[in-house]
């Protein structure tokens, strides 16, 4: 099933003779049922033949401690490609599990208190079950939070000074002002439980202060036509990486075309005559005709007859 994303031998020989074998078959048949996109499917399986390389051929008839997959997870220097390699062997794990070892895991003394709230999402509020998901992830880390500093404290004895401390700890989470917003939101829906469940009977949801979100605080989402305007006009017209620059940047911004889409165009795609682009790699996989203004059209003619 390997075949079915890498075409070159030498590579499908290193994926196959590695720690996870022949295992790798059946994880790429899994990824193609499931219906991965084609990219992803490649990252996934890419990310698990660097992890495969890192086992010893010994492996191949040993299962996978925990300890062998910290180890080179924690090899990489940063974070995200230590959650994305991390995300890669879980999906190896529920695919082939006779290839690792299970860990014990205790049974989390908060979960009938989670289905509950689940349930109620789900039957009072009628939140959709992705929603709900996210929100029970908000509601396992105010738990973890409340364990961690009030251990021997009930639900019931939570305050408003308690509420404000783990506003505070949420809030450190994240630097965007969106996300920000949405997290306070989610805590007062779970202190609304509390209240509404009789697990605590104070109206703690109005101690949570309300995120500013503002709507135009960030990048502006376009550029005035005067600034674009100097920013062609400061190409340097004597070069040829400069006529290059000057016509691409006009057809940019005359046409908003995407990066992947100018990257990809070809010399008959334009059509001099009607004055137009055919736009063939589109994001929504459909052809698209974009009209190709005089000026932008002199540009790229200058580009395609005198520049070297």
Known sequence: MLELYFTYPRVLRRLRDDGLGGEMDRIAGHLWEKGYKHDSAKLYLGRLGRFSSHLSHAARNTPISQAVIDAFVDAYPTKTPRIAARTAIELARRVVPERFVIPYVAPDPHQPFLDAYMDHLRQV?????KTCEKLLLVARRILGWHDAHF????LASLTGEQVLALVEHLL??????????????????FLRYLQWSGLNNQDLARFVPRTPCYRLAHLPPRLAWADVRRAIDAVDMTTSVGIRDRAILLLIATTGLRNKEVRSLELHDIRWRSAAVIVRQTKSKRD????????????L???VLHAD
């Open 125 to 129: 509020r009628g939140i959709a079950s």
């Open 151 to 154: 251990p021997m404290h009930p």
């Open 172 to 189: 450190t989470l994240s630097c965007n002002s969106q996300t920000r917003a949405s997290i306070t939101s989610d805590l007062r829906l």
């Open 301 to 303: 003619a200058e580009y």
């Open 288 to 299: 698209r005709v974009v009209p190709l203004l005089q000026e932008a059209g002199e540009a």
